[in-house]
Every structure is written in structure tokens, then in C-alpha cells.
């Protein structure tokens, strides 16, 4: 199975989600990933529901997804034995993952200018490094809020309603695993021999998937508005509800997609229709033209309607949960769900790693690890610490 980044050693120091998701993003593509954690408590994701429970009390099933695929390491950072335990453990590892407040690594005396210059710092927060709002706390509600992608969610005459998942924690994580990869490619294909630090933040992922919207305010004036599951000047396109009860979306403004979808309903009398013969009347006729696909789609049920937009080209999808996602047929064959062996609850199903290369294989994770379960082991082969300075350490709570 092809690794491409084996051999890079990334140290995951943060918390929750989003440099967590980076550096795991890392180690499915073949890096070494070691996280760090306060040796009270760990990781809060370690806390943060839904629980199983298990013989040494509610076990999350958000850690046992988020944190496969590393070993944890406790170290305690705010004490200057464990400082410099760190720092040590930088110079043999390639990137450094956090997402504390900006100033807190300064604080701990192991921001990137007291590490070794080859290392690439992935620093992730919700307003950036520096700038006037830097400083206030925040999650990942309050990036998608001042990014401005909450207020494009929901229905026009409602509240902004907020995306299904913490969408800003994995986007920064994402773009920030793809800047690390290039600063690495910078610093040994191109030879330069240094790294450098990527000032990621939540708001700015939500930014950047705006679309149209800056430019539209800037040259028109426009500010973009909630427009519900439908767009103002694309019709027909919808969720709509079935004869059972499941929301089916349909995308068909395209004239081509309208054609089919007209064939899909026995419709061929909306084609020389001027009101929806073409993509400018349907747009005029918006609320007309999707309540004629909605009528149809209400007499059958979302298997039907699958059937029938299937069997005549026409892009459409039951909106899924997860007990269809984990039993449907192509989702079993892609491999997209994969049995992890987590050390405390054993076999769980959970998603695979994506993207994947073609032709092979998911990687295959290893489970979340137990609090401090790889102490010993990193700091002993990497380090060379032996047992009479571990268990010293031990003793002091510095592990």
C-alpha cells in the first residue's frame, strides 16, 4: 500500500478537532503521528459525547473516530522539563500541529522560533495569529459565523441555521494538511532545508468557499442572502419530500438535466411550456416550476424517484442518513466504511480515510489510543530515555 509520507514524524499538540484533523489527514497518508497531551484529562474530545459504555466507564465514539491513527504521549507543557522534552521531541519530527489561543506556545516556551528551523508549525485558531480580534475566544460556530457562511445557511425568512458539522474545524484542518505538504515539498524536493508556520484560522476556510459573494458585493454592491435549499436563478432544484417520507434532491436547471427530468415525470408538455422551456423562464417561474417537480415527487416514494431520474440521466440523491450510508451497496463496495480495532470497545465501524489512491486500497487505522498508552515507547526510542528516568518522571507528573 502506497505511503507517501512515511517516515515524516508530525507532533499533534492540539485539541478537539482541528489540528487533530490535520495531523491525522497526515498519518493516513503515511506520516508517524505522536499527540501530546496533559497527563490529567488528555485530549476534552476524550470527554465529548456520544458515550459507550465500557468496564472503565463512557468511552466517546467522537475520540474513537478523531483520534485513530496516532499514539499519545502525555507531557506536561506548562513546566519547563516538560518544555524542554518537547523541543526535544521537535527536533526529530518534521511538523507541529496546535490550535491553542495565538501567544500560548510563547507562553510555553516552544513557539516556532525556539524550535528547529526545519520544522513546519501548522498554527490553527479562529481569527489568526495577529490582527485586532486575534485574542478572543472562540469554536468552530464562531468561525462559520464570521466567515460569513452562516449567514448563507437556512431559509430566507428564518434565522441562519448552522451546517450539520463543525464544517470549519475540517476544512482548516484540510487546507492546513495541504499547505504543510507543500512548505515539506519546499523543504527537502526543493531543497531549501527549511520549513516555516501556517497561520490557518476557521473563519478564513469559510471565507474562502464564498464563491461569488465578495466580488458580487465589490463590483454589484449585492450582498448574498439565504436562499433555502433552492437558488434564486436555477430552477428546478430542490430537496423534496417523498410519498415516504425522505427528502430526494434533484438538480435540474440545466436545459439538458430539464429535458430528461421532464421525460423521468411523462411531462413533455413543460417543454413547450413558456414559462419552463427554458432555463430564463424557469428562473422567472421559480416557485411555479418547483412546486410541479415537488407534486410529482410526493406520489412516489424516494426509490421511485431514484429509479425513475436514474433511468433517465438525471442528477439526483436521497439525502442520506447514517444507517443508510452504513447498508448502502455502493458505499459497502467503495470500501468508504471500515471496521477499526479500538482498544477499548474493539471492532467499531466508522469512516474510511479520503481520499485514496486508485487502485488501492483504504489505509486501515490504528484505534484511538488509550491516554499515555505510547509514553514510553516514543520517548524511549526516540529520546533514549530508559526506565529509571521515566518512572522519575512519572513520579513528578511530568508524564
Not at 487546507?175 to 527537502?188: C, G, K, N
Not at 416514494?301 to 443508510?324: F, H, K, L, Q, S
Not at 467499531?348 to 489512491?357: E, G, I, K, M
Not at 483504504?362 to 484511538?368: D, F
Amino acid at each position: 500500500m502506497r505511503r507517501p509520507l512515511e517516515g515524516l514524524r508530525v507532533l499533534d499538540l492540539g485539541t478537539r478537532i482541528a489540528a487533530p484533523f490535520c495531523a491525522g489527514i497526515l498519518g493516513e497518508q503515511g506520516a508517524e503521528v505522536i499527540k501530546i497531551e496533559q497527563p490529567q484529562g488528555g485530549d476534552p474530545l476524550r470527554d465529548l459525547g456520544p458515550f459507550i459504555d465500557t468496564d472503565d466507564g463512557p468511552y466517546s465514539l467522537y475520540w474513537a473516530v478523531e483520534g485513530r491513527g496516532r499514539k499519545s504521549v502525555t507531557l506536561d507543557l506548562r513546566r519547563e522539563e516538560g518544555q524542554a522534552i518537547f523541543r526535544d521531541l521537535a527536533a526529530a519530527s518534521d511538523v507541529v500541529c496546535e490550535n491553542f489561543r495565538p501567544g500560548t506556545l510563547e507562553r510555553w516556551n516552544i513557539d516556532p522560533s525556539q524550535l528547529d528551523s526545519r520544522l513546519v508549525t501548522v498554527r490553527i485558531s479562529v481569527f489568526g495569529q495577529d490582527g485586532p480580534k486575534s485574542l478572543r475566544p472562540g469554536l468552530d460556530r464562531n468561525g462559520v459565523a464570521y466567515g460569513g457562511l452562516l449567514h448563507l445557511t437556512g431559509e430566507p425568512d428564518r434565522p441562519p441555521v448552522r451546517p450539520g458539522v463543525t464544517v470549519t474545524d475540517y476544512l482548516t484542518g484540510v487546507f492546513s494538511a495541504q499547505a504543510a505538504v507543500a512548505l515539506l515539498y519546499e523543504r527537502d524536493a526543493r531543497g531549501s532545508g527549511v520549513g516555516g508556520v501556517i497561520d490557518a484560522y476557521l473563519y478564513g476556510s469559510a471565507l474562502r468557499i464564498l464563491e461569488w459573494s465578495i466580488a458580487a458585493y465589490d463590483k454589484l454592491g449585492v450582498v448574498r442572502n439565504r436562499t433555502g435549499n433552492r437558488l434564486e436563478h436555477s430552477a428546478p432544484l430542490d430537496n423534496y419530500p417523498s410519498k415516504d417520507g425522505r427528502y430526494v434532491c434533484i438538480v435540474a436547471a440545466a436545459q439538458n438535466n430539464f429535458e430528461r427530468l421532464c421525460a423521468a415525470m411523462d411531462r413533455p408538455d413543460l417543454l413547450t411550456d413558456e414559462r419552463y422551456a427554458t432555463p430564463q423562464g424557469r428562473a422567472s417561474n421559480n416557485t411555479a416550476i418547483n412546486q410541479i417537480v415537488a407534486d410529482w415527487a410526493l406520489a412516489l416514494t424516494a426509490a421511485e424517484i431514484e429509479e425513475r431520474c436514474v433511468a433517465n440521466d438525471v442528477p439526483v440523491g436521497t439525502a442520506y442518513d447514517a444507517a443508510d450510508l452504513s447498508n448502502d451497496e455502493h458505499v459497502i463496495a467503495r470500501g468508504d466504511i471500515l471496521t477499526v480495532d479500538d482498544p477499548v470497545i474493539g471492532a467499531v465501524r466508522q469512516q474510511a480515510p479520503f481520499p485514496r489512491f486508485a487502485g488501492e486500497p483504504h489505509p486501515e487505522p490504528s484505534g484511538a489510543p488509550r491516554l499515555g498508552a505510547d509514553t514510553d515507547e516514543i520517548l524511549g526510542s526516540v529520546l533514549g530515555y530508559d526506565s529509571a528516568r521515566l518512572a522519575d518522571l512519572r513520579d513528578r507528573a511530568i508524564i
